[in-house]
């Protein structure tokens, strides 16, 4: 059944889309004359609903809801990740769209915003299973993909045998094999070395930036708390531990870890490479997952899933800086709690914007069927995230605003100004 997600009606409980709308508003007054176009942002270009039926192994047959939607394309194709979860909404979805055009604007890249999803849970299926899915999902959205219009990739649950799926189901409707219409495919099929750590590795380098400008040595076991052990949490906490830092806490769906003294990051990941999760770790304490945001840190990294700071939570934060590796897990009433504490926030469409950079290079390098070397990668993927942040930096410096507006102010000037330019068709 089509389920509407209302949630963002209620005060209480604004959800992804309402976040969204509410940082649109707070952007408006730094606009100037380009405010006249804000509606554009206020909604999405174009969405797509579609009916995802796959045969389970057993037999039946079952349907799950799928979602591509293209927020805009202003300042060049869709580019956006597809999440498989059981709580993907449409109205998520957008957001998570919304979200893809603002940092795709403020890191410069040459892409508008689109995302995707499919309602269900694939841990409960089969690789089988989950092979069906993501092919019927890609033939039913493959008229509103390509590597001219809009190019998918990994998010949450999807990884790089999921954007091999895809692609081969392209290609197979295209006649030829085409390489660029999704990234974060694996290495052996036209993916970029570096990319599965990406997002990591960015919020990493994020970190760094916000911290050196705060005067905060991450040599010097600087205390790291980490929502989440996916792909981002878990090559973050990694590069944290490497930098001498200490990771003391760790929280995923199945629990919370804590070891003032730190918790060893390369144990944790073999036991949740084994496990699927970090629960069951020995040698360090579990607290409930409130206490988890009541720590003491440095740094503070929500990377798992979106709304995770609220106003609930926020008042009992102690951390130094908030570096956003989830797409929207801080809600509008919380920025402001963490603004008035003093804690740094380092916004979402910077801090997490490592991956799609290395999507853009995944997608130039297949263009050009040229390959460049980890080394050029990371260098090229450090050169850009640094870039941004200072020039964001600048802005919120300048209009004495958070690091998260001054991010919308430079994205939608840019947007808007390239919608501006093509101005209206017809
Ligand atoms: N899903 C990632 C994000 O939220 C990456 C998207 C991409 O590479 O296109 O930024």
Redesign the pocket.
């Known amino acids: 059944m089509l389920e509407q997600d209302l949630s963002y009606l209620q005060p209480d409980k604004l959800g992804p889309w309402g976040t969204y709308l509410q940082q649109i508003d707070r952007v408006v007054p730094y606009l100037g004359k380009l405010s006249r176009w804000i509606e554009t942002l206020k909604r999405p270009k174009r969405s797509m609903i579609v009916d995802v039926p796959v045969e389970l192994d057993d037999g039946t047959i079952a349907h799950f809801e799928g979602y591509r939607v293209q927020h805009n394309t202003s300042r060049g194709p869709g580019?956006?990740?597809v999440?498989f979860h059981q709580e993907v909404t449409l109205s998520e979805v957008m957001a998570?769209a919304a979200?893809?055009s603002i940092?795709n604007a403020a890191v410069n890249l040459p892409y508008g915003g689109a995302?995707g999803g499919v309602r269900v849970n694939p841990h409960t299926l089969s690789n089988k299973e989950i092979e069906r899915i993501a092919r019927r999902y890609t033939s039913e959205i493959k008229m509103v993909i390509g590597p001219n219009s809009d190019?998918?990739?990994?998010?949450v649950n999807a990884n790089e045998q999921v954007m091999a799926w895809m692609m081969d189901t392209y290609s197979m409707h295209q006649g030829r094999t085409v390489m660029g219409v999704v990234?974060?495919k694996p290495v052996a099929l036209g993916g970029s070395l570096g990319r599965k750590e990406a997002?990591g590795r960015g919020v990493f380098i994020a970190s760094s930036e916000a911290a050196r400008r705060k005067g905060l040595d991450i040599a010097a076991g600087a205390r790291v708390a980490v929502q989440g052990f996916g792909n981002v949490g878990s090559v973050a906490a990694r590069l944290f531990n490497e930098a001498g830092a200490k990771v003391i806490a760790i929280q995923d769906h199945t629990g919370t870890l804590y070891q003032p003294t730190g918790i060893d990051i390369i144990q944790l990941l073999t036991h949740a490479a084994r496990h699927g999760a970090i629960a069951g770790f020995e040698g360090v304490q579990t607290l409930n997952s409130e206490e988890f945001w009541e720590l003491e840190t440095d740094l503070l990294i929500p990377a798992a899933l979106e709304g995770q700071i609220s106003e609930k939570n926020a008042p009992r934060i102690r951390t130094k800086i908030i570096v956003e590796g989830a797409?929207g897990p801080t809600t509008p009433a919380a920025d402001d709690i963490l603004n008035e504490h003093g804690i740094l926030v380092i916004p979402d469409v910077i801090a997490?914007?490592g991956?799609?950079t290395?999507?853009y290079f995944e997608w130039v390098q297949d263009f050009s069927s040229f390959f460049w070397t980890e080394t050029e990668i990371n260098h090229r993927l450090e050169r850009i995230m640094c870039d941004a942040f200072a020039a964001v930096w600048q802005v919120a410096q300048e209009h004495r605003v958070s690091v998260r507006t001054a991010a919308y102010i430079v994205a939608c000037t840019r947007i808007l100004m390239a919608r501006e330019m093509r101005g209206l068709y017809p």
């Open positions: 580019k956006g990740g999440r998570l979200w893809m940092k995302k190019i998918p990739a990994p998010d990234t974060g997002t797409n997490n914007a991956g799609v290395v999507s």
